[in-house]
Nanobody, 114 residues
């Protein structure tokens, strides 16, 4: 069983920055593909960024050049550094892990004011 706990969300003005963290339980974190998804009100959940166990990353076109996903296997933590935030980035951000099966965090709210 893997538990994911997100932190770092909040309210920020457009153009600002936030860093989200996701702490994972379990000794096999280093083997997991990790990702951040987001869901805005009225929209479907969408992939923001992912990082493989080997460190390969993938980003949604809407965040390329602004967001960076990274992981620290020693701390069982994945991060999402967000710069140049826009009002359209407002959403609940969810941490995701795939280790044999899928796991989701509880979500953290990010609100970007114009």
């Amino acid at each position: 069983q893997v538990q994911l706990v997100e932190s770092g969300g909040g309210l920020v003005q457009a153009g600002g920055s936030l860093r989200l963290s996701c702490a994972a339980s379990g000794s096999i974190f280093r083997l997991a593909t990790m990702a951040w998804y987001r869901q805005a009100t009225g929209n479907q959940r969408e992939l923001v960024a992912s990082i493989s166990s080997g460190g390969s990353t993938n980003y949604a076109d809407s965040v390329k050049g602004r967001f960076t996903i990274s992981r620290d296997n020693a701390k069982n933590t994945v991060y999402l550094q967000m710069h140049s935030l826009k009002p359209e980035d407002t959403a609940v951000y969810y941490c995701y892990a795939n280790i044999v099966r899928n796991y989701w965090g509880q979500g953290t709210q990010v609100t970007v004011s114009s």
